[in-house]
Structures are given as structure tokens and as C-alpha cells.
DNA sequence: AAAATAAATGCAAACGTTTGCATTTTGTAT
DNA sequence: ATACAAAATGCAAACGTTTGCATTTATTTT
């Protein structure tokens, strides 16, 4: 079984040529002669051949090969955006190994010294929830690999990143609500210190601001973003208070938890409260009432960040000047504040 | 900026030692004294010694990496299961490609031609829907890679599987139909070519058969497992046709694509009609009403699935027993197939 | 204290490519 | 035919580890 992979030497040998000659031939060198490019590839085609790409990355001292990390691989958004990672990735000859922070900073740390080991050329980053020190990234870029950080990033690199314009995106969704007549809200999100949901309580505060109304002065739910959390919130949120007009939920599996604890009670949506979500998610079409939501093309958010990072890693100058990729997304209306009382 | 990386040899250097006695070192070798381990050790982090796994990895003919073959890392499913496989394989110190076939037979060739490149230790696939030829499977084998596959098996190769058995998940969602008092049913799932849905069909078979009713007197309906195909092909259905008591759709998506057409035509669920699902998506405990489905334990089937190929990869036998786990999924009633009308 | 054994380290080759430079072969101009 | 340039190939070192075997150093036995 065990059997002996064919080499590089092993077609110069056939051939009795040298393997440097068979090396170049491989790879399309200009000073090989067409003749001798066809048959090494024909005695490659019939020996099996496969390259080895460690040896070669050993030589060249650079993997072709990029690593991601993502705080959760099964959260749509994420998913999508390696999905268009890889479409721009994988054709031009990279491969990605992908890494899960688990929203943990050490398990970050840990993310990078294996890719650091790789030797990987390129670093695609967004982020724990827990990630307030940069030093591990910082050691990345000194050990010469490209970075770049999407979605979630820190001001505090100085390296290309690629963002979702959360501030007009929630102006846009608050300003539908206003427009559709609400005017007494409450906020719910993530946390502030995170530059998603500071954005994202920015672009609510504004709209809010342009009719008058300080943001602040409404209810604000600051937790961790999963349903299970909002739902306990929003539970006992009912128990000492009278509902908001609508709720404003920077997440579309908060503005899920809510629902359902405002439904248990047996209020209706949004006929007694109204409720928005953010990132589209797909279960925000399926449920009723229907969620409006926003829709951040995540998948072309992907696409971008790889694309960025492919300039990076084939130009050869030392420094890159790093840019700044701002996605606009996408307001989607549904059911789910539709203000049957307008006019 | 493109700084050295410092090597063995530099640790070797500045510590008048041979960089073999800083390897063994390093990797703990029985025969070095605790104090030079403990010198080499201190000296490596002085240094931001960054261990170079691709020369390890060439020396060694073989990675620590393995490739992992997913149809669509969108899906839940999937992507517990990666995060399973995770959980077990980062810690063993292997870290993980994942490619994605996209449902497709020629990127599924692709992915594996550059994990054979990649020399990659262990290869853990689930098949595409299109694969019917598995000669790229067999070039891995023989390429002295480690294989296991999951979920989406084939009989014509001989290595160790791990499936969820789906006859009797299946059987048991349509015992629990039967029990509620429906008798009237409809089987729609994917291509029953699959596996997956060939057993999902023979559960629901056997059940039926012990009350003395053949399935296939039922409607059934094969289409692609999509909420799209099953919307469309539902939505034509009640044109012409009347309800059945039940719909056991072998799909949560498709499913829920026919919750939306039945749903839109007016009709209630279970009053007029009851459905089911089957993997346990996360919407199907967030609809309306939330959808009898079967769980899967996909983060399980990625644990056990890495176990077994970790055994293999780190046995030193030459050809390795194939073994066959079947993991038993769990029945999880909801609103969606409660008959009221029960007794 | 010498001899024998055990423990620790060193030597050097190997893994399969790539690549700067040297050399050979081919083609062109005289 | 000769000289020269251009094109094609060869040579050999390098990338950073690992590892079988040889050698040195420390420890035990007599």
C-alpha cells in the first residue's frame, strides 16, 4: 500500500533529463522548449505524478495557502462569507485552512500559532467577542503574512479591512420604522464595545436624533447575542414593564428570542409590538410573522476580502498600503413591523 | 519586514549545541537530558522560536493535516459536524482543509487532487449528490491516506463509515404519525439513488407496512432537497389534489418549503394537515407551528468520525480493518404533527 | 582505577522542490 | 566554415526538520 509517490527526479530519470529541467517544465517556465514541456507533462500524465506541495512550499518558504479564522463557522453569515472566500481563493491556486475562535481569545491565540506554523501567506480575520489585545495578529504581519480583517475589526491595525456599513443599515431599518409610524423603541444588541453593534445602535441613534429623540432615553438591552439570552431577557423584560411600539434587535437571533417570549405571553407581532432584526439569516423568511431584517451580501463580503488579500499576497512589495472596503447593506421589509394602523 | 524566522539551527547555534539535540528536544525525546530540554525550551521562547511544520511535514512524507470534504458548509448539519471533527482533531495537533463540492462530482476530484498535493494525512468525506464514480476516493487510498467517510456513505469501497441510521430515525418520526391516528400519508424527499433518503424511505416503509399499508400507494414525491423545489412542487400539488392526513417530509427544508405553500393556500397545520421534517435545522424549533423533526447529533458524528480516522492515521498497521459506526438519531415531536382530534 | 554499560549528544543524509548561475546546444549573421 | 548571440538545459545548493547510526560523556560495576 505504503507505495512510493513519483517524484520530479523520477520523470527526469525516465526521461534522462534533470530535474531542475522537469521542474520548469511543470510550471510553464519561458526558457523550456514546447517540445520538451509536452512530454515531460505526457510522462507526468502517465506516471501519476503528483507535485508535492510542502516540499515546494519548504523551498519557496511560503505555503499557497491562506488561513481564516471565524468565530463560528455554523452561523450563516460566516458560512457564506468562506463560501465566496473560496470562490475567489481556490482558483488561483490557494487553499484555505479554517479556524474557529469559538468567540474565545485564547483559542485565537492558539488559531494563529498554527497557522503561523503553516506557514501560511495570507491571515483572514474577524474577531472573538473576547479579543481585546492585538499582539497575536500583530506577531502574524511580523512574521510577514498578509492580513486582513472583515466584518469584525479593531482600529487599532493598521491593515486592510473589509466592514458592513452597519451605521447606514440601521438608519436605514430605523427610519422605516419611523416612517411607518413608530415612535416609542427599545434597543437590544451585543455589545457596544464591539464595532458591529456600536455601529449598528449609531445608525439608530441618528435616525432617531433627526426626529428629536434622544436614543438613550429609551430602553436598551446590551447581552450576549444568542436567542436563548434575549428570550430570558424579554421574558422577565414583560413581567415589570409595558411593551415598546417596537423593538429595534441588532440581531436576528435576538429579535427570534423576543419573539417568542412575546408570543408566549400571547401578544401579537406587530400588531401589539412590532420587531426588527439584522443580518437576514434565513430562518428571519420562515417565521411568522415574516422578519425585517437586513441583508449584508455576505457572500460577496467573501469575495472582497479574499480578493484584497490576493493583491497583498502576490505583490511583492514589502509594505502594502492598506485599504478600506465598506459593503452597504441592504434593508429587507417584512411582516414583522408592518404598522397596520398607519393613516 | 520580511524578517527571518527563527530556526532549530539558530536555537542550536547560539546554545553550542547540534540542532538534532534541539529537535529531540523540542519534541521531547526520551534520551535528552531534562536540563539541555529545559534550555533549549526557555531559549526557543527567548527567540520566538515558531516551529516549521511544513519542513516536519516533508521530512516526515506526511502532514499533520487532513482534508475534509463537505458538500455545503452552509448547511447545519455540516457544519456541526466540522466543528465536531474539530474538536477532536485540533487537539491530537492536526488541523483541518475543508473543501466544498458544492454538490458537484468535478470540484469533489478537485478538492481531492490538491489534498493529495497537500499530502494530507486523513481524508473525511461525505459525497456529493452528483458522485456515482469513486476512482478519485480509491487514488487517495492509494496515495496512503487515511479514509472515513460520513453521512453520505457508498457501499463500493471498503473504509470505515459512519452513518446515522436512518431507517430508524425515520421509522420511529413514522411510528409516532401513526400513533397520533394518521393513516393518510405523503412521502417527499431527495433522490432515493442516496442513502440518505433511501433509507429515510424504507423506515417510513416498514412502519407502514406493519399496519398493513404499502408506501408506495402513497404520493411521493423526489425532487431536490431544497425549500424552493418542494414550494413549487406543493403549490402545483394542492391545485389538483386533495390533502393528505400527513406530509413526512425526509427534509427540514423541504418541509418547511411545503409549510409555506400549504400554509399560503389557507390551510392550517396539523388542523387540516400535519408535517414533519427530519435533521433538526435550527428553524424548525422557530416556526409556526414548530416542526416535528428527527435530531441528528452531527457534532457527535463529527467526533466519532475524527476518532476513528485519528486511530487510523496514527495506526502504524499497513491496511486498516474498516469499521462501520451507526449512530442511532432521536425522534423530536412538536406542534407540527399533533392531532387534536386524537381519540 | 579500569572496564563495562548506560545515557546523552553529534554527524550527516534525506525529504522533493526551486532557482541563480554555469554550461551546452541551437540558430543566425558574417 | 567561423564567430557570436540566443535559447535551452544542467549543476548544485538551499529550504528546516528528522532520524539511524556513530560517538562522546556520565554512571555503574568489579
New binding site residues.
Given amino acids: 500500500m505504503a507505495k ?2 513519483t ?3 523520477d520523470i ?1 530519470k525516465t526521461l ?12 510553464d ?8 514541456k509536452d512530454t515531460v507533462w505526457a510522462k507526468a500524465k502517465e506516471l501519476n ?1 503528483q ?2 506541495t510542502i ?2 512550499s ?4 511560503k505555503a499557497k495557502t491562506v488561513g481564516m479564522i471565524v468565530p463560528r463557522i455554523n452561523r450563516h453569515f460566516f458560512s457564506n462569507i468562506i463560501t465566496g472566500v473560496e470562490s475567489v481563493l481556490n482558483p488561483a491556486g490557494y487553499n484555505l485552512i479554517i479556524c474557529q475562535s469559538e468567540e474565545k481569545y485564547d483559542k485565537e491565540i492558539n488559531n494563529i500559532n498554527t497557522l503561523i506554523a503553516n506557514r501560511v501567506s495570507g491571515l483572514l480575520i474577524s474577531i472573538s467577542l473576547e479579543t481585546k489585545n492585538f499582539d497575536h495578529i500583530r506577531r502574524a504581519i511580523s512574521n510577514n503574512i498578509a492580513v486582513v480583517m472583515y466584518d469584525r475589526i479593531t482600529e487599532e491595525l493598521n491593515v486592510s479591512k473589509v466592514e458592513n456599513d452597519d451605521i447606514s443599515g440601521s438608519y436605514d431599518l430605523t427610519k422605516h420604522l419611523i416612517d411607518e409610524g413608530y415612535k416609542d423603541m427599545m434597543w437590544i444588541g451585543g455589545s457596544r464595545n464591539f464595532n458591529t453593534y456600536r455601529n449598528r445602535f449609531e445608525g439608530y441613534e441618528k435616525a432617531l436624533k433627526e426626529i428629536g429623540i434622544d436614543a438613550n432615553k429609551y430602553p436598551i438591552f446590551e447581552g450576549s447575542i444568542s436567542l436563548e439570552a434575549a428570550y430570558e431577557y424579554f421574558k422577565e423584560y414583560l413581567e415589570n414593564n409595558k411593551l415598546p411600539e417596537v423593538v429595534f434587535s441588532a440581531s436576528d437571533y435576538m429579535a427570534m428570542g423576543a419573539i417568542m417570549a412575546i408570543q408566549e405571553k400571547g401578544f401579537k407581532i406587530p400588531d401589539d409590538v412590532a420587531i426588527s432584526g439584522y443580518s437576514n439569516e434565513p430562518f428571519a423568511a420562515l417565521i411568522n410573522p415574516k422578519l425585517t431584517t437586513v441583508e449584508q451580501f455576505s457572500k460577496e463580503m467573501g469575495r472582497s476580502t479574499a480578493r484584497i488579500l490576493l493583491d497583498e499576497m502576490e505583490s511583492n512589495k514589502d509594505e502594502n498600503i492598506p485599504i478600506k472596503t465598506i459593503l452597504r447593506p441592504k434593508l429587507i421589509v417584512r411582516e414583522s413591523t408592518i404598522n397596520k394602523k398607519k393613516l
Fill in positions: 512510493k509517490q517524484t520530479i527526479q527526469a534522462s533529463i534533470t530535474a531542475s529541467t522537469v521542474s520548469r517544465a511543470l510550471n517556465h519561458p526558457k523550456i522548449k514546447k517540445s520538451t505524478y507535485p508535492n516540499a515546494s519548504l523551498r519557496k518558504g
